[in-house]
């Protein structure tokens, strides 16, 4: 079966037979995001899109702005297909950024916040950057100095572009513009690259086509009923797939609503903004959402105009889930989706039961589900299994990961999630567990065997195991288990977490616990059991 024509060879892409059976379907429309910004700039110019802070651009300003710096970035050299790793904060510098690389056809790679030297070393010598598009200070962490650092060492890296002061690289304010620009990309080109959550060590890479994004998008704002009149919250990091997409800040932006960015996510900054932008529609992770609860009994705030508050990133516990509607007044929609593609929703009008026990239908009719034993055989109804699914907006592979592409999907191109799930009469998935190593910590996912790797690099540390562990607020902690060598000198835990903490990740991937122990538990093969460790771990103190 021959491939559709691809957008660039290091990206698996749908057969043909499937593109052209998904664009009869009207799924993919043949826009990309450059033309979905003009349009609707051309239709409602002025209408506001971005609120941040004091600033308010609208529909016009913001598709100017995004089209004066395409400009800018083609005469610094920066063209259709070119790799370009954005890690900003949530400021409506962002949208201008990523509407420029659509425009231009070139790819931003959706590096997150809180990516140090090990993360973004990772993504711009993988992807060949050329170029790093930063805050000056965000969080207290200077990414100028980091920007520097790894310009230094990654020769394809040409360009700095800075929002705020530049230091001794280009501030995006001043880069010079210029009229000509090149082509730009077709709908079924890959309009950006996102970061998988990633079982084993650094993220792989998720190529998605502006065809298939784009459906998403409004797909998603069918069903979360978003509309011209939707103010959406940007609360998590807004390079994140969840707060982009389902239905996200593009979702709204397609819309032609309104989208304001919140600079952080605790009820004392998001709480005032929901009730002076009027803010109608909203995406956290679980643990945001129990804060939120317990927080909004006392605010003085008026959080009435909230109509519907999107929770997923990670399983949302019933007894949470019941806590939504009666603290915040508005309705609760569960997501379950992943960056690679497949995204439920229970729906709006799902009775109660369904949406606090739930996770959600997919998007689409055209979205196919497998739920499968071990040796890939369809499990019963209502049984638990591995999920399996492929559709319009579901990628065929991962970007240059051709050896990981041949496990992480099936021979007819099925993408294996790693997630345990049944399915009820109705067709609304339960999320049971993960079926892979992979810890979920707050929505945020962390690779073992990255961690494992850098411990095992202490001089005093023989062996190590990172496993899982229930919180009440994050749905998993890390505890990391240590054999030392022996002869060593002791260690204290906080000399570990102090060993992680210097390799510059990110601070979430720094073991919450530390143990030290003898020797670890085996299976019957020899290998470690990670389930008896967690086990263990949970097990009652007597």
Same mark, same amino acid.
């Given at each position: 079966?021959?491939?559709?024509?691809?957008?660039?060879?290091?990206?698996?892409?749908? *057969?043909?037979?499937?593109?052209?059976?998904?664009?009869?379907?009207?799924?993919?429309?043949? &826009?990309?995001?450059?033309?979905?910004?003009?349009?609707?700039?051309?239709?409602? *110019? %002025?209408?506001?899109?971005?609120?941040?802070?004091?600033?308010?651009?609208?529909?016009?300003?913001?598709?100017?702005?995004?089209?004066?710096?395409?400009?800018?970035?083609?005469?610094?050299? @920066?063209?259709?297909? %070119?790799?370009?790793?954005?890690?900003?904060?949530?400021?409506?510098? $962002?949208?201008?950024?990523?509407?420029?690389?659509?425009?231009?056809?070139?790819? *931003?790679?959706?590096?997150?916040?809180? #990516?140090?030297?090990?993360? @973004?070393?990772?993504?711009?010598?993988?992807?060949?950057?050329?170029?790093?598009?930063?805050?000056?200070? !965000?969080?207290?962490?200077? #990414?100028?100095?980091?920007?520097?650092?790894?310009?230094?060492?990654?020769?394809?890296?040409? &360009?700095?572009?800075?929002?705020?002061?530049?230091?001794? #690289?280009?501030?995006?304010?001043?880069?010079?513009?210029?009229?000509?620009?090149?082509?730009? /990309?077709?709908?079924?080109?890959?309009?950006?690259?996102?970061?998988?959550?990633?079982?084993?060590?650094?993220?792989?890479?998720? /190529?998605?086509?502006?065809?298939?994004?784009?459906?998403?998008?409004?797909?998603?704002?069918?069903?979360?009923?978003?509309?011209?009149?939707?103010?959406?919250?940007?609360?998590?990091?807004?390079?994140?797939?969840?707060?982009?997409?389902?239905?996200?800040?593009?979702?709204?932006?397609?819309?032609?609503?309104?989208?304001?960015?919140?600079?952080?996510?605790?009820?004392?900054?998001?709480?005032?903004?929901?009730?002076?932008?009027? =803010?109608?529609?909203?995406?956290?992770?679980?643990?945001?959402?129990?804060?939120?609860?317990?927080?909004?009994?006392?605010?003085?705030?008026?959080?009435?105009?909230?109509?519907?508050?999107?929770?997923?990133?990670?399983? $949302?516990?019933? !007894?949470?889930?019941?806590?939504?509607?009666?603290?915040?007044?508005?309705?609760?929609?569960? =997501?379950?989706?992943?960056?690679?593609?497949?995204?439920?929703?229970?729906?709006?009008?799902?009775?109660?039961?369904?949406?606090?026990?739930?996770?959600?239908?997919? @998007?689409?009719?055209?979205?196919?589900?497998?739920?499968?034993?071990?040796?890939?055989?369809?499990?019963?109804?209502?049984?638990?299994?591995?999920?399996?699914?492929?559709?319009?907006?579901?990628?065929?592979?991962?970007?240059?990961? *051709?050896?990981?592409?041949?496990?992480?999907?099936?021979?007819?191109? $099925?993408?294996?999630?790693?997630?345990?799930?049944?399915?009820?009469?109705?067709?609304?998935?339960?999320?049971?567990?993960?079926?892979?190593?992979?810890?979920?910590?707050?929505?945020?996912?962390?690779?073992?065997?990255?961690?494992?790797? @850098?411990?095992?690099?202490?001089?005093? =540390?023989?062996?190590?195991?990172?496993?899982?562990?229930?919180?009440?607020?994050?749905? &998993?902690?890390?505890?990391?288990?240590?054999?030392?060598?022996?002869?060593?000198?002791?260690?204290?835990?906080?000399?570990?977490?102090?060993?992680?903490?210097?390799?510059?990740?990110?601070?979430?991937?720094?073991?919450?616990?530390?143990?030290?122990?003898?020797? $670890?538990?085996?299976?019957?093969?020899?290998?470690?059991?990670?389930?008896?460790?967690?086990?263990?771990?949970?097990?009652?103190?007597?």
């Amino acid at each position: 079966m021959l491939p559709d024509t691809p957008a660039t060879p290091d990206a698996p892409t749908w *057969p043909a037979d499937y593109a052209a059976r998904y664009r009869a379907a009207g799924y993919w429309r043949g &826009e990309t995001f450059g033309e979905m910004l003009r349009t609707r700039a051309e239709a409602h *110019p %002025d209408r506001v899109a971005v609120t941040d802070g004091d600033r308010n651009w609208t529909y016009a300003e913001l598709h100017d702005r995004a089209t004066r710096l395409a400009a800018g970035f083609a005469a610094r050299g @920066i063209a259709k297909g %070119d790799r370009v790793v954005v890690q900003l904060p949530n400021v409506a510098e $962002f949208f201008e950024v990523i509407f420029a690389l659509f425009r231009l056809g070139a790819l *931003p790679v959706f590096a997150l916040p809180a #990516h140090r030297e090990t993360e @973004i070393r990772y993504f711009c010598e993988f992807t060949e950057a050329v170029a790093y598009v930063i805050p000056d200070r !965000s969080g207290g962490f200077d #990414h100028r100095d980091l920007a520097a650092a790894i310009r230094a060492d990654v020769p394809t890296l040409r &360009e700095v572009f800075v929002v705020g002061e530049p230091g001794v #690289h280009t501030a995006l304010g001043d880069v010079p513009l210029d009229a000509t620009q090149c082509d730009g /990309p077709a709908p079924s080109d890959l309009a950006f690259l996102q970061l998988s959550g990633g079982s084993t060590g650094v993220p792989k890479l998720i /190529p998605r086509t502006h065809d298939d994004y784009l459906y998403s998008l409004w797909g998603s704002n069918e069903l979360c009923h978003v509309t011209a009149d939707s103010v959406y919250l940007v609360t998590l990091p807004a390079a994140h797939n969840f707060p982009l997409s389902s239905p996200g800040s593009l979702g709204v932006l397609y819309a032609g609503g309104r989208v304001v960015m919140c600079p952080q996510p605790d009820p004392a900054t998001a709480f005032p903004l929901i009730e002076r932008e009027r =803010v109608t529609i909203t995406g956290v992770v679980p643990p945001l959402a129990l804060v939120w609860t317990e927080s909004a009994a006392g605010t003085p705030y008026d959080l009435s105009s909230l109509e519907v508050l999107l929770v997923g990133g990670a399983k $949302f516990s019933e !007894s949470a889930a019941r806590r939504v509607g009666p603290a915040l007044g508005c309705t609760l929609q569960q =997501v379950f989706g992943m960056a690679e593609g497949l995204v439920n929703y229970t729906r709006l009008d799902d009775d109660p039961e369904t949406i606090v026990t739930t996770q959600g239908l997919p @998007i689409s009719a055209d979205d196919e589900i497998r739920i499968v034993d071990d040796a890939d055989m369809e499990v019963s109804e209502g049984e638990s299994g591995h999920l399996l699914t492929r559709g319009p907006y579901t990628i065929r592979g991962y970007w240059r990961a *051709p050896e990981h592409n041949a496990r992480a999907f099936t021979a007819d191109g $099925f993408y294996r999630t790693g997630d345990i799930v049944r399915r009820t009469p109705t067709g609304h998935l339960i999320v049971e567990g993960r079926a892979k190593d992979q810890i979920n910590r707050g929505g945020e996912k962390i690779a073992p065997e990255e961690i494992e790797n @850098i411990i095992l690099g202490h001089p005093s =540390v023989h062996d190590v195991s990172l496993v899982a562990v229930p919180d009440e607020f994050l749905g &998993e902690r890390t505890l990391a288990y240590v054999i030392l060598r022996t002869g060593a000198e002791p260690l204290k835990p906080v000399a570990v977490k102090k060993f992680v903490r210097e390799k510059g990740l990110a601070a979430f991937k720094v073991p919450d616990r530390v143990e030290f122990v003898t020797a $670890f538990p085996q299976t019957g093969i020899g290998k470690i059991s990670k389930k008896d460790q967690r086990n263990i771990a949970t097990a009652p103190q007597g």
